[in-house]
C-alpha cells in the first residue's frame, strides 16, 4: 500500500487546515496519522477505525482536529482547527492491518511521505 499525504502548509495561530492521505488500495485498513516536531519524537495524533466508526484522539488535540475517512476514495483526512504553534510539525499517515483504532505506531505497516505543517505566531 502506498500513501498520498497532501495539504500542509504556513499558517497563523488559530487557523484550520485539512490534511488528506490518499492509499493505493481500496482494502480497509485502520488509519492514523502521527507527527513528529523538529527534535522530538514521533508522537500520535489521532485514528479511525477499519469503517470509520471509531476514533481516539491525543489528548492535546481532543476538540480541535477531527479524523474521518472515504472508504469509496480510500482517502482519510486529518481536519485541524484552532492551530497552535505547538502543532508545528511533519505530519504522517499511517495505515495498519486489523480493525483499529490503533495509537501504537509499530501497529502500522505502511507510511506516507509526511507533510509539514507550519503554525506562525
Known amino acids: 500500500v502506498q500513501l498520498q499525504a497532501c495539504g500542509g502548509g504556513l499558517v497563523q495561530v488559530g487557523d484550520c487546515l485539512r490534511l488528506s492521505c490518499a492509499a493505493s488500495e481500496r482494502a480497509r485498513y485502520a488509519k492514523g496519522w502521527f507527527r513528529q516536531a523538529p527534535g522530538k519524537d514521533r508522537e500520535f495524533v489521532a485514528a479511525i477505525n477499519w469503517n470509520g466508526g471509531s476514533t481516539d484522539y491525543a489528548d492535546s488535540v481532543k476538540g480541535r482536529f477531527t479524523i474521518s475517512r472515504d472508504n469509496a476514495e480510500s482517502t482519510v483526512t486529518l481536519q485541524m482547527n484552532s492551530l497552535k504553534p505547538e502543532d508545528t510539525a511533519v505530519y504522517y499517515c499511517?495505515?495498519?492491518?486489523?480493525?483499529?483504532?490503533?495509537?501504537?505506531?509499530?501497529?502500522?505497516?505502511?507510511w506516507g511521505q509526511g507533510t509539514l505543517v507550519t503554525v506562525s505566531s
Open positions: 499511517a495505515a495498519g492491518m486489523g480493525r483499529g483504532p490503533f495509537l501504537r505506531s509499530d501497529l502500522y505497516q505502511y
